[in-house]
């Protein structure tokens, strides 16, 4: 057995904690209750300063000068987006949303746990100013959700993880469409026709058989300063960009197969040749098959998840979940946008979720998984009420006033908050296949 070194017994429990897929979920909880402590502390001041101050790229007549918050949730959230949107498309093509019969049950579910939540918003607010928040309940984190479930472990089939996972990024497809359709004030064509020819371009390249990363990053780059001169959310460009990203591999599984096995012999004989400058030139091939054999778009998902989960989504929640708590604040659950937010995420996604799911199911549209009960799918729906980044995100877009901001983050976090412990209760007794 191989000797640890001592770098590897110290960083051996960080890599562990990386490794894990609740671990993002638990980087954004540190990060929310950082902020509430931050924002309701003596350091508030503070807080708000620093999210404020603005930082510029640039000179002159070509500098971009934002406060540092929007840097956050207009520049690192589409990457994001377009971690979101690498998501989406493997799931179009290989995953649970590439047929009709696998994408269905959670297509029902998306539909049904949106529909509901924003109704029960609209029903508190649907005659006051504050209506344009609807969207707000509708979203579901998914990093959230599916790193509660990973913490339950072998007590929730995979399948379940499979069925919640889908319905979260169909969930992700609505929000994008809500937020380019219904949160875009004004539109300025130039900028979007420029951004869409840096799409056909980045399309063109992609049948070339472009496979560099560097290319495609520098052309999103452009195309997400269209976007955001445009007065279409820049986001969206990170969404857009995915889509352009290849998605075969230059080496199928079987070429790779025989040319590793291939290379292997090769290194064999070469190595009881005692002849180490041949060997490595044979590794390098071997670490090239490995690349041929992997799509940018499978590459670009990997490299870019940890930085999403570790850095990119808690520095979101670090920036935008400091609400401050005064005196009066449980007065803010009689405010409508609050009650329309927290009721919208913790009873619409319930509702909304199991109902259509279960009217899917019942109408021969969809399949339930044979190992999944019914319990585990309501329990399923419960943490789908996590609206978490998505609700901030979605908030920032939908009002201007700080008050209405603030009330709505107390309806998110108080939502989110009630959705993952019944969500967690339920799925613990549920047990596994009953």
């Not at 993880?161 to 875009?184: M, N």
């Not at 060997?279 to 990997?302: F, K, T």
């Amino acid at each position: 057995m191989k000797k640890k070194k001592p770098i590897d017994i110290v960083l051996s429990p960080f890599q562990e904690f990386i490794k894990n897929e609740a671990a993002g979920g638990i980087l954004l909880i540190a990060a929310t209750v950082i902020a509430l402590v931050w924002a309701n502390s003596g350091f508030g001041d503070l807080y708000k300063s620093i999210w404020e101050t603005k930082f510029t790229i640039g000179f002159g007549e070509y500098a971009l000068s934002k406060p540092i918050i929007l840097w956050i949730n207009d520049g690192l959230m589409a990457i994001f987006f377009f971690v979101v949107g690498l998501e989406i498309k493997r799931e179009l093509l290989v995953g649970e949303l590439s047929s009709i019969s696998k994408a269905s049950l959670p297509i029902a579910a998306a539909i049904g746990g949106m529909l509901v939540p924003a109704l029960i918003y609209f029903g508190f607010n649907s005659s006051s100013e504050s209506l344009s928040g609807w969207a707000i309940p509708t979203a579901t984190d998914i990093a959230f959700a599916i790193g509660i479930l990973a913490l339950l472990g072998s007590r929730v089939p995979t399948s379940l993880k499979v069925f919640l996972t889908a319905l979260a990024i169909v969930d992700d497809i609505g929000a994008v469409l809500v937020i380019a359709i219904f949160y875009t004030s004004e539109i300025f064509l130039g900028y979007l026709m420029w951004a869409g020819i840096i799409f056909a371009l980045m399309f063109m390249f992609n049948k070339l058989g472009v496979r560099s990363s560097l290319v495609y990053f520098v052309l999103g780059l452009v195309m997400w300063l269209m976007f955001l001169k445009s007065g279409i959310h820049a986001t969206i460009a990170g969404v857009i960009g995915a889509m352009a990203i290849p998605a075969k591999t230059e080496l199928n599984k079987e070429q790779f197969i025989n040319r590793i096995t291939s290379l292997l012999g090769k290194i064999k004989s070469i190595v009881q040749g005692r002849d180490e400058g041949e060997s490595s030139g044979a590794i390098q091939e071997m670490e090239n098959a490995v690349h041929e054999v992997e799509s940018p778009l499978q590459r670009l998902e990997h490299s870019l998840h940890y930085l999403v989960s570790f850095f990119i989504m808690p520095v979101f929640a670090l920036a935008n979940a400091g609400v401050i708590i005064e005196s009066d604040f449980l007065n803010s659950f009689t405010s409508l946008i609050t009650l329309g937010v927290m009721l919208g995420l913790f009873v619409g996604k319930q509702i909304g979720i199991t109902i259509f799911t279960y009217l899917a199911v019942k109408f021969k549209v969809a399949l339930l998984p044979g190992d999944v009960s019914w319990r585990q799918i309501y329990g399923a729906a419960a943490l789908a009420g996590i609206g978490f980044t998505m609700s901030l995100f979605i908030t920032n877009l939908a009002f201007a006033s700080d008050v209405f901001i603030a009330e709505a983050k107390v309806g998110i976090l108080a939502g989110s908050l009630l959705s993952g412990i019944v969500g967690w209760i339920v799925l613990t007794g549920a047990g596994k296949g009953h």
